[in-house]
Structure formats: structure tokens, C-alpha cells
């Protein structure tokens, strides 16, 4: 079974970058990928996602701030987290065919 593994998250300043990472241990050529956050004492919310054919969707609160991207030969999707916020704060997760999840990497905004 294919399994996924987060990367890039950490500590990052109001109006600040980050860029996450989500590699496949196999191929997700053919598949939709997706990021989803969870903040404390909140439910897991979708954030991002693209399609097999590279179409992108947002939810409201990011539209315009983070770029969701794929590299197929790489087995790999990020997240381009730019000017943050506080309420960014979260574990992000990634997300293979709806059911296959990653460990989550903890992204926190504050100065």
C-alpha cells in the first residue's frame, strides 16, 4: 500500500513563507492529491487540492496565499504557504485517494 510522509513544517513568522512537502511511496500519476489541516479543538478542514491533469482548488481562508503544486516523476505534491497567519497554525496533512494519510507536520505562525 502506498504510504505518504510529510515534511517542511515549523515555527514561521506573521506574513512569512513556508513550503510543505508530501512524498508517495509510489506513483500518484492518475490521482487527485490533497492537503487538509487541523487546528487544535478544531475538525481536519480541506485546504488544497489538484487534480490528475494539474486543476487547483482552494478553501476561501488561503485562496491567494498558498499554491498547491505536483511533480509525478517525483511521486510528490507541495503546499507554497505564503503570507501567513496566525490562524494557519495547524497540522497539515496530505492525502492520498481520500483514505491514505500521512503523519502531519506541524506548522505554527506566531512572532
Known amino acids: 500500500q502506498v504510504q505518504v510522509v510529510e515534511s517542511g513544517g515549523g515555527l514561521v513568522q506573521p506574513g512569512g513563507s513556508l513550503r510543505l512537502s508530501c512524498v508517495a511511496s509510489g506513483s500518484i500519476s492518475g490521482n487527485a492529491m490533497f492537503w487538509y489541516r487541523q487546528a487544535p479543538g478544531k475538525q481536519r478542514e480541506l485546504v488544497a487540492v489538484i487534480t490528475s491533469g494539474g486543476s487547483t482548488n482552494y478553501a476561501d481562508s488561503v485562496k491567494g496565499r498558498f499554491t498547491i503544486s505536483r511533480d509525478n516523476a517525483k511521486n510528490t505534491v507541495f503546499l507554497q504557504m505564503d503570507r501567513v497567519k496566525p490562524e494557519d497554525t495547524a497540522v497539515y496533512y496530505c492525502?492520498?485517494?481520500?483514505?491514505?494519510w500521512g503523519q502531519g507536520t506541524q506548522v505554527t505562525v506566531s512572532s
Open positions: 492525502n492520498y485517494r481520500g483514505y491514505i
